[in-house]
């Protein structure tokens, strides 16, 4: 499946993104393990998430079929998971087997954990280190998936010191922790996205954070309860990047997810120029939302401060497309991440970029992208949804159409995202050949 982008256009109306697809894997995770009922609204019916929610329907959770974003889960306990019938395959999901690497590492059962061709190429020593170090054993294809985790290993709490900020390796820590005997904590070089953090507080288990340290006691007790997940920031970035870059875009982007340790692209776009005002601010179930207003507006080149990446590392690739509109040059330095996401983004983004006809620089953690007229062209995904939906946006600002090869991977974070993206004036076909 394929991407036709026609050139120029502008966004405008007011839309709602779907639901945050970080906090839908991890409703998935906790409910299951909680103490009675939880009801979900707002969760993110794409392939990522589905992935989570049947591999937990495979270890003999009774989960509801998701209806316009809303589902039951009925938790079996912190105890209560079945062994699965046979390997678990979580398709693209990077987020599925790293967290659940860490709450498997605890069960009486041995599981084995897979997923597609992408992410059989995707390293999980990061994982692998720390819960080796709590007493797990896990058996990896050198530091790659499959994952095969042995179970009724006895895991202790530990204090570990990320090498690199990650979200997902300080989840899964905390997610083990859950299991083991004593103290569990996590030291972050720099604040990554709190969703496990808030969200296990929302379960009723208490979490401890002090001076850049998270940490749980094992063996606590978690309550069903009710859960309302915002519009992701990371689908509503595209449309945050394209109404800016668009001249005459005004658009609304409605209830989306403002969680200070996501909401980095915001702060980016604004230094860079671009007009985004919000409204309707307030809290929803412990994670703050509000309304966006982007309208168009002359974007500049900056260097982007380092401690806003990881508060960024999603929406990297679509704030790159705004740097190639913007004047001068925009520098990103300290992404090494975003060499081991869905693809080697910084480098998928400067093959893509200089396709396009713009200039760019890669480093070893970064890139830096200098502004220009951008050409149409075909662009190659490398089965990264972002890096597919980042280029659909560019054609706003393109001379010629681009087409934007293999984009089937879309549909694991923002199904829909294509007739989403017409309805507010991308100009954008889908076809197979």
């Known amino acids: ?73 009925e938790g079996v306990g912190l105890g209560g998971l079945q ?55 896990i058996s990896s294809r050198e530091g790659y998936p499959p994952l095969e985790i042995t179970g009724g290993r006895k895991l202790q709490g530990v204090h570990y010191e990320l090498p690199v900020a990650s979200a997902q390796v300080k989840s ?48 606590g007790t978690l309550r069903g309860t009710t859960v309302d997940i915002p519009a992701d920031i990371s689908s509503a970035a595209f449309f ?21 340790t996501r909401d980095g692209v ?13 409204s309707n601010e307030r809290d929803v179930g412990g994670e703050p939302v509000a309304d966006l207003r982007i309208r168009s507006a002359p974007l500049r080149g900056i260097e982007i401060p380092v401690e806003e990446v990881p508060l960024a590392i999603d929406e990297l ?6 740097a190639a509109c913007a004047e001068g040059v925009t520098v990103l330095r300290g992404a090494e991440e975003l060499r081991v996401k869905e693809s080697d983004r910084i480098a998928s983004m400067a093959e893509g970029l200089t396709r396009l006809g ?21 662009i190659e995904t490398h089965h990264d949804h972002r890096i597919a939906m980042s280029f659909a946006i560019a054609a706003l600002r393109a001379s010629d159409r681009i087409k934007v ?3 089937a991977h879309v549909a694991t974070s923002f199904p829909g995202f294509a007739a989403l993206a017409n309805r507010v004036g991308l100009r954008l076909e889908v076809a197979e050949t």
């Open 358 to 378: 713009i200039r760019n620089s890669v480093y070893p953690d970064g890139i830096a992208v200098t502004g220009g007229d951008m050409r149409g062209g075909v």
């Open 172 to 219: 899964s820590v905390l997610l083990a922790g859950l299991y083991a005997e004593g103290f569990t904590s996590v030291a972050e070089p720099a604040a990554t996205r709190d969703h496990t953090e808030r969200m296990l507080r929302g379960f009723g288990y208490p979490v401890h954070v002090a001076s850049g340290c998270i940490g749980v006691d094992g063996g």
């Open 1 to 73: 499946m394929h991407f036709f982008v026609q050139p120029g256009g502008n966004l405008s109306g007011s839309i709602r993104v779907p639901g945050d697809k970080s906090m839908s894997h991890r409703v998935i995770m906790l409910g299951s393990i909680a103490e009675g009922k939880t009801e979900v609204s707002g969760f993110l019916e794409g392939e990522d998430a589905l992935a989570t929610l049947s591999a937990f329907r495979e270890m003999g959770v009774i989960i509801s079929d998701p209806q316009s974003g809303r589902l039951t889960i």
């Open 266 to 278: 915001i702060r980016i776009l604004r230094a860079m120029g671009a007009d985004i005002t919000m």
């Open 405 to 407: 090869a293999d984009c």
């Open 83 to 137: 062994p699965p019938n046979g390997i678990m395959d979580v398709g693209n999901s990077g987020t599925s087997i790293r967290l659940m690497a860490g709450l498997l590492a605890g069960q009486s059962f041995s599981s084995t954990l897979t997923g597609d061709e992408s992410l059989l190429r995707r390293p999980m020593g990061r994982v692998i280190t720390p819960l080796t170090q709590m007493g797990a054993l």
């Open 240 to 260: 945050m990047v394209g109404a800016s870059i668009a001249e005459g875009s005004d658009l609304v982007l409605e209830h989306v997810g403002i969680n200070p």
């Open 317 to 322: 690739p679509a704030i790159l497309i705004a």
